[in-house]
């Protein structure tokens, strides 16, 4: 491991120490934090380096779009070089942080190789992770909407269900690709659902003929009683300190929804998913292939190996400085962090509020440089809103309440307004400008995964069918966890952790059928990458041995 960063260094011009200031996370709060110091970067009065895990911001305004081929899918994304200049950007993941020695611990991507960054003040702008332990089989099987490249592959995996179907002679399996389940009914998931709907109305009228609108469903789930909860009110949304609804703007984005197409099931939870269908409560299940979870984030694994206070969320405890309570070093905002709200209650988890967040940290830690007094934390809110597809959308801009077309074109000009770089917002407004003319991007991304090995985890639920030889693919289940019935003509034979199921195997034992009997975890490797994997292994025959791995039987 080498030191990255050196001592505190003397400025011949200020004749004083350089403070060193290190931002953890290149989201929203890192924007306005590095913009706010960069008059005393440019003087050489601090250094800032900010650590981040890829080399662009995403913001997350446009993911719908993204996704359904209004705008190309870097438009979405600005340089953080550009974005953050003139701070040093340093990508790599964040290993440690060692609050005694005031140093983090970073490893780089290609080999893991670790380096050590010192510093005199600590930001924490990690925003919050995804909660993958809601239910059963959301790691493996649902979309998530978090990070930019999971945003991708649902784009991708979206117009190849489109492509699937279009040559699928099967009904169920066609009526399983053209299903598209969204669990979840706040502002993203409605966001997603509604831009879907009206997506699937374009291709089947333009690109995919032979498929009928009414094939398709977009179902969208939500625990609550009404979807959009953040406008709904009743102290439905912490820290929003307006303290009224807007039921209004619910019930029109209700009907919007039904009137896209979009199927509302209410009061209902996901107990489960698998690779073929979603398991809900009441004993409700989905055939789908396309499972998309707006629902449910928890604060950053690195939280869990630091002591400092925290809420009853996860998240750091702030003063009204955005100073972490008992670490006047360390600053924290943003979606990780719980900040008091000027109206009560905390802020809720928003980018405008980040924004907010990265300023007020940036022109505080200015302050504590110069010995000067610290400012506390104002801002009660502008607006809050949700684009609903086909040129809709709800909001309210200082409790005055929007709708419809007029929402819309507000709702898009305050994000163009906050997008953090002008380069892309000229392609946002190319983008934009060209799409109604030529229609939708239906092109269909492939990514190379850079792997020698595709292997997949799965998980299925009792009584559901991980093999069928009427069926064959071309993927073999190695099962880590539970038990499976293998089923004949008139023969039921079981399998368990450690065995292997494909389509030569249920030949092997003339079974037609391998299906669950209790719940099942397997991993999953094409035929081709199994039996390679075994060449390799028996060619290290006496390594094997030793280890206790046994090859793959063909």
């Not at 195997?505 to 299906?515: D, F, I, M, P």
């Amino acid at each position: 491991m080498r030191r990255l960063a050196p001592a505190p260094r003397q400025d011949v011009r200020q004749g004083a120490v350089r403070p060193r200031v290190v931002v953890l996370g290149g989201g929203y709060v890192t924007i306005t934090l590095t913009r706010r110091l960069r008059r005393l970067v440019e003087r050489g009065a601090v250094d800032v380096t900010v650590v981040s895990r890829e080399n662009f911001h995403a913001f997350h305004g446009f993911v719908g779009e993204m996704i359904t081929g209004r705008i190309a899918p870097s438009s979405m994304l600005s340089p953080v070089r550009r974005v953050f200049a003139p701070a040093r950007v340093h990508v790599a993941e964040i290993e440690q942080v060692d609050l005694d020695r005031r140093v983090v611990v970073t490893s780089r991507h290609l080999d893991g190789a670790r380096q050590e960054l010192a510093y005199d003040h600590l930001v924490f702008a990690l925003g919050s992770a995804e909660h993958l332990e809601l239910y059963p089989g959301l790691a493996e099987h649902a979309f998530r909407l978090k990070t930019y490249s999971d945003c991708f592959r649902l784009k991708n995996h979206i117009l190849e269900m489109f492509e699937l179907a279009d040559i699928e002679p099967d009904p169920e399996e066609r009526k399983r690709l053209l299903t598209f389940f969204v669990a979840g009914g706040g502002y993203a998931g409605a966001e997603i659902a509604g831009e879907l709907a009206d997506f699937v109305r374009l291709l089947t009228k333009r690109d995919y003929p032979s498929i009928r609108r009414d094939e398709c469903r977009v179902v969208l789930v939500h625990r609550g009683a009404t979807i959009l909860p953040e406008l709904y009110g009743n102290g439905s949304v912490e820290g929003q300190g307006r303290g009224r609804g807007y039921t209004n703007l619910v019930d029109y984005a209700t009907r919007h929804a039904q009137k896209l197409g979009v199927e509302l099931m209410l009061e209902t939870e996901v107990t489960a998913v698998t690779p073929n269908e979603v398991h809900l409560s009441g004993g409700v299940q989905v055939p789908t292939r396309t499972i998309v979870s707006a629902i449910g984030t928890k604060p950053p694994p690195l939280f869990d190996t630091l002591d400092l206070p925290r809420d009853s969320r996860g998240r750091l405890r702030t003063d009204a400085h955005l100073q972490v309570l008992e670490h006047p070093n360390l600053w924290a905002g943003g979606d990780c962090a719980s900040v008091p709200h000027p109206d009560g209650g905390t802020c809720p988890p928003v980018g405008i509020f980040a924004l907010k967040h990265g300023k007020l940290i940036g022109r505080n830690i200015a302050r504590t440089i110069e010995a000067g007094k610290l400012a506390s934390f104002k801002y009660s809110g502008l607006a809050q809103g949700v684009s609903l597809g086909r040129r809709a959308a709800v909001g309210e801009v200082k409790g005055v309440p929007v709708r419809g077309l007029p929402a819309w074109i507000l709702w898009r000009s305050i994000l163009f307004y906050f997008f953090p770089s002008w380069d892309r917002r000229l392609r946002l407004l190319a983008d934009w400008m060209i799409w109604p003319l030529v229609g939708r991007d239906v092109v269909w991304l492939w990514r190379d995964k850079g792997a020698d090995y595709e292997v997949r985890h799965n998980l299925f639920q009792p009584g559901e069918t991980i093999v069928d030889a009427a069926r064959p693919v071309r993927y073999v289940h190695i099962v880590l966890d539970g038990e499976v019935e293998l089923r004949g003509a008139g023969t039921v034979l079981s399998a368990g952790p450690g065995d292997h199921l494909g389509r030569k195997r249920l030949q092997e034992l003339e079974a037609a059928l391998a299906v669950a009997k209790t719940v099942v975890r397997t991993i999953s490797l094409r035929e081709d990458e199994a039996n390679r994997l075994q060449d390799t292994l028996v060619s290290a025959a006496p390594i094997v041995a030793k280890t206790g791995i046994f090859p793959i039987q063909r």
